[in-house]
């Protein structure tokens, strides 16, 4: 089955930080680009960052570019966002979602895990 | 990046046909035929619905259909269904350094 799952939410200090992951499973995970797009309560979908298959490209959303580091490891199947300077503004759940090349859109997403920056 | 305007709600009654609109620019809608549309239960991740303008996934119901004109594109949801109640979102990519951008999201009501 092919599977996306989110970890690492929490509730967080304003200022503080916190590194989401996802597991991936069921396709070749070094095959495809992943993201992470987020969806702040009762608001809708905001693109946060993606990464090519090798790490060779990689781009943020210019709400949390030089707060936010995504990353990947192909061998454990795993992608990761590290979030420093937590604000108000980064409530969200975050979801993981891979990027069909061919077709230039999400064709998996996880379930998403929350964030919470709240003091 | 400024997000694709969406109507913020639609409805329709069951058996009749809605269009929900996605506006952007010629850098994102009208430059590239690579919009999407999500759809979007309460509680639940988006699902898939349309990619590169009106390609429907396997298993994805016939009674949606997308399409575009200038900078804008368009869902159609056919024949509706109580099950179609659910938030409505579409994505394109975009020249920008950002790759994508989503639109605000459409409420579908099933009256």
């Known amino acids: 089955e092919v599977q996306l799952v989110e970890s690492g939410g929490g509730l967080v200090q304003p200022g503080r930080s916190l590194r989401l992951s996802c597991a991936a499973s069921g396709f070749t995970f070094d095959d495809y680009a992943m993201h992470w797009v987020r969806q702040a309560p009762g608001k809708g979908l905001e693109w946060v960052s993606g990464?090519?298959?090798?790490?060779?490209?990689?781009g943020y959303a210019d709400s949390v570019k030089g707060r936010f580091t995504i990353s990947r490891d192909n061998a454990k199947n795993s992608l990761y966002l590290q979030m420093n300077s937590l604000r108000a503004e980064d409530t969200a759940l975050y979801y993981c979602?891979?990027?069909?090349?061919?077709?230039?859109?999400?064709?998996?997403w996880g379930q998403g895990t929350m964030v919470t920056v709240s003091s | 990046q400024s997000a694709l305007t969406q109507p913020a709600s639609v409805s329709g009654s069951p058996g009749q046909s809605i269009t929900i609109s996605c506006t952007g620019t010629?850098?994102?809608?009208?430059?590239?035929?690579?919009v999407s549309w999500y759809q979007q239960h309460p509680g639940k991740a988006p699902k898939l619905m349309i990619y590169e303008v009106s390609n429907r996934p396997s298993g994805v119901s016939n009674r949606f259909s997308g399409s575009k004109s200038g900078n804008t594109a368009s869902l159609t949801i056919s024949g509706l269904q109580a099950e179609d109640e659910a938030d409505y979102y579409c994505s394109s990519y975009t020249s920008s350094s950002t790759h994508v951008v989503f639109g605000g999201g459409t409420k579908l009501t099933v009256l």
């Open positions: 990464i090519s298959w090798n790490s060779g490209s990689i």
């Open positions: 979602a891979k990027l069909d090349g061919f077709r230039d859109a999400f064709d998996i």
């Open positions: 010629s850098s994102d809608v009208g430059g590239y035929n690579y």
